[in-house]
């Protein structure tokens, strides 16, 4: 069983960072592939970033140059760092993971190939 706990979201003016952090519960956190997936109000969940065992990250072309994704794996723990941010950024973030060692490219940013989802945190960018 894995457990994901999202936190740092919040409300920041437009060219503002923020940095979310995902407490990763499981027995073998280094067999799973971590990733950020987000959801903006009428629209469809989008992957965002994610990042293999190896430590290969991907990004959506929305973020790249303005995220940084990255993994603790002495805490546990996923971090997605977010700067200049856009009013486009705002939605919840989800922190997802899945039990996999091959290169992330073969999962990519399909949400039905990660099967742990924690409950999301919110973010919001002020114009």
């Known amino acids: 069983q894995v457990q994901l706990v999202e936190s740092g979201g919040a409300s920041v003016q437009a060219g503002g960072s923020l940095r979310l952090s995902c407490a990763v519960y499981?027995?073998?956190?280094?067999?799973?592939?971590l990733g950020w997936f987000r959801q903006a109000p009428g629209k469809q969940r989008e992957g965002v970033a994610a990042?293999?065992?190896?430590?290969?990250?991907i990004y959506a072309d929305s973020v790249k140059d303005r995220f940084t994704i990255a993994r603790d794996n002495a805490k546990n723990a996923l971090y997605l760092q977010m700067n200049s941010l856009k009013p486009e950024d705002i939605a919840t973030y989800y922190c997802?993971?899945?039990?996999?060692?091959?290169?992330?490219?073969?999962?990519?940013?399909?949400?039905?190939?990660?099967?742990?989802w924690g409950q999301g945190t919110q973010v919001n960018v002020s114009s």
């Open positions: 997802v993971a899945e039990a996999w060692a091959g290169e992330i490219r073969a999962l990519g940013f399909t949400p039905e190939e990660y099967k742990y």
């Open positions: 499981a027995d073998t956190y280094s067999n799973y592939c």
């Open positions: 990042i293999d065992t190896r430590g290969t990250r």
